[in-house]
Nanobody, 120 residues
Framework: VQLQAYGGGLVQPGGSLRLSCAASGRTFSNYIMGWLRQAPGKERESVASIRWSGGITKYTESVKGRFTISRDKAKSTLYLQMNRLKPEDTAVYYC??????????????WGQGTQVTVSS
């Protein structure tokens, strides 16, 4: 499995960014895909997740109403649309995948991180 994340950058508070994650190596119909982030000096946290089949989504409370996770099955690509960005959203963002039937909710496959910096 290969996951390649891109789309990060520098944006002003209140702005928007869309992260993308190209997924390859297998079919993901039984997978949960997620976006996680890690800010300097902080623990990594799960931002959002989506079940590849069915599209059920989950969000951490701090991004609800601002971020939207989605996937394009035809392009095998995961997205994270981030609106109304805040300085506290600054972090390295990672896309990740895990099998939906796995006993553990730990992500198994990881893409490289992409830096998101929210600053004026």
């Amino acid at each position: 499995v290969q996951l390649q994340a891109y789309g990060g950058g520098l944006v002003q508070p209140g702005g928007s960014l869309r992260l993308s994650c190209a997924a390859s190596g297998r079919t993901f119909s039984n997978y949960i895909m997620g976006w996680l982030r890690q800010a300097p000096g902080k623990e990594r946290e799960s931002v959002a997740s989506i079940r590849w089949s069915g599209g059920i989504t989950k969000y951490t409370e701090s991004v609800k109403g601002r971020f939207t996770i989605s996937r394009d099955k035809a392009k095998s690509t995961l997205y994270l649309q981030m609106n109304r960005l805040k300085p506290e959203d600054t972090a390295v963002y990672y896309c990740a995948a895990r099998h939906a039937a796995a006993l553990s909710d730990e992500y198994v496959f990881w893409g490289q991180g992409t830096q998101v910096t929210v600053s004026s």
